[in-house]
């Protein structure tokens, strides 16, 4: 089902039809499939080939909660009072259960609600251990930010040759700013 979904996505044997991509996700979604309920939520949460309803977007995301890029999905959208009222603790829960499954995207977001200390108390320490854990996950942000948490210090001893190595590390996979940095640190 969410192969057919695709070829109305990409007009594989079939001409090009969102509204038709959006009803097998449904069904795949119905039948059981995480990932239809996913797809189907991003369509809502962006406004591709549906009306954009983040409300939606959020409750489809609930209906797939078991699977890790659900739970971070829905700690995003709490996070940003999108689809419902900002809340940081709810956020963090679901960021926590993302980063526990070995969500990469998850680790890096929690990594960021400790550097920041959103419905927890401010913990450098905690921050560069989850940046790490996403960073080794390959999460380019997750990269970028243990390099910042080095380059300033914070949470770890301060060291040069650790942030230009995991600038590197977020350049390569494509972050510009990652570049800029490692560049200007050699």
């Given at each position: 089902?969410?192969?057919?979904?695709?070829?109305?996505?990409?007009?594989?044997?079939?001409?090009?039809?969102?509204?038709?991509?959006?009803?097998?996700y449904?069904?795949a979604?119905?039948?059981?499939?995480?990932?239809?309920?996913?797809?189907?939520?991003?369509?809502?949460?962006?406004?591709?080939?549906?009306?954009?309803?983040?409300?939606?977007?959020?409750?489809?995301?609930r209906?797939?909660?078991?699977?890790?890029?659900?739970?971070?999905?829905?700690?995003?959208?709490?996070?940003?009072?999108?689809?419902?009222?900002?809340d940081?603790?709810?956020a963090?829960?679901?960021?926590?259960?993302?980063?526990?499954?070995?969500?990469?995207?998850g680790?890096?977001?929690?990594?960021?609600?400790?550097?920041?200390?959103?419905?927890?108390?401010r913990?450098?320490?905690?921050?560069v251990?989850?940046?790490?854990k996403?960073?080794?996950?390959?999460?380019?942000?997750?990269?970028?930010?243990l390099?910042?948490?080095?380059?300033?210090?914070?949470?770890?001893?301060?060291?040069?040759?650790?942030a230009?190595?995991?600038?590197?590390?977020?350049?390569?996979?494509?972050?510009?700013?990652?570049?800029?940095?490692?560049?200007?640190?050699?």
């Open positions: 089902m969410i192969n057919v979904a695709w070829a109305y996505r990409d007009g594989n044997g079939v001409p090009q039809d969102q509204a038709e991509q959006a009803r097998w449904r069904k979604g119905e039948a059981g499939f995480a990932s239809g309920w996913l797809n189907l939520a991003g369509m809502y949460e962006n406004g591709t080939g549906v009306a954009k309803d983040e409300a939606e977007a959020l409750r489809l995301y209906r797939c909660s078991e699977a890790s890029s659900c739970m971070f999905r829905i700690g995003y959208l709490s996070l940003n009072g999108r689809g419902t009222a900002q940081d603790a709810e963090l829960r679901w960021f926590r259960k993302a980063a526990d499954l070995g969500y990469a995207q680790m890096d977001f929690l990594g960021w609600m400790y550097a920041e200390g959103r419905s927890v108390a913990d450098d320490a905690e921050a251990r989850w940046y790490r996403a960073a080794d996950g390959n999460n380019i942000d997750g990269a970028y930010n390099a910042t948490m080095y380059e300033s210090g914070r949470g770890v001893e301060k060291d040069m040759g650790e230009r190595r995991w600038y590197q590390k977020a350049a390569d996979g494509g972050d510009q700013r990652a570049k800029e940095k490692a560049a200007a640190l050699k």
